[in-house]
């Protein structure tokens, strides 16, 4: 595949999605081709499933029937979006994918890591050349989350047990797939974040 696939990872409240669309914007002013999209979400169609899975009441799917509506709403990205932008040679900023999943439902809520695995072999032909993991304290994440009021609260009404679960899930993730996941300290300003994961990204495609 000629483009490269960078996903960024991390609890909610962590600030991932604003230094997602800060190294787009910044990969973008080099006069790179890049595409920024997220999960669940990012094709017409995966946006419509994003509606069922992020809105409502925490108990409202169980894992099991939560992981087949995230692999429906990826495999559409993938095949929308995903896919014909790398094939084009673009670099794509995704915020979130499959390691969500791996953590959300196949750890914290639920032990079906292996469940996860499987359908992501089965139905999802890419995995990401870089992933960047940010860290940052669980329960304060939770807060900034929170505080939002985003409307999209379903995973942040699990509490702070769940936060926390989902940290210690990534900080293991980390561990799992060393060559391409990069964890990175949140717990600072989001401008030297984003100048960390600048950095870091600029080496990783020179
Ligand atoms: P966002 O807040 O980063 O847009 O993500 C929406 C919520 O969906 C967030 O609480 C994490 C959750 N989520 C999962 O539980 N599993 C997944 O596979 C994905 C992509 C997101």
Redesign the pocket.
Known sequence: MPGIFITLE???GSG??TQARLLADALQAEGRDVIFT????GSPGAEEI?RL??EGDPGRWSAET??LL??A??RDHVERTILPALEHGAIVIC???????????GT??ADLRKTVDALHDLMIPLNPDHTLIIDMDADAALAR?LARK?G?????DLGNDFARA?RKGYLQLAQDYPDRCHLIDGNRAIEVVHADILTLIQRLLA
């Open positions: 991390g609890i909610d991932k999605s997220r999960e669940p979400g994003r899975l992020v939560e992981i995230f692999f709403a990826r915020d979130r994918f499959t390691d969500s999943t791996r953590i959300y439902q914290a809520r989350g985003s999209e609260d379903r995973f942040e989902t």
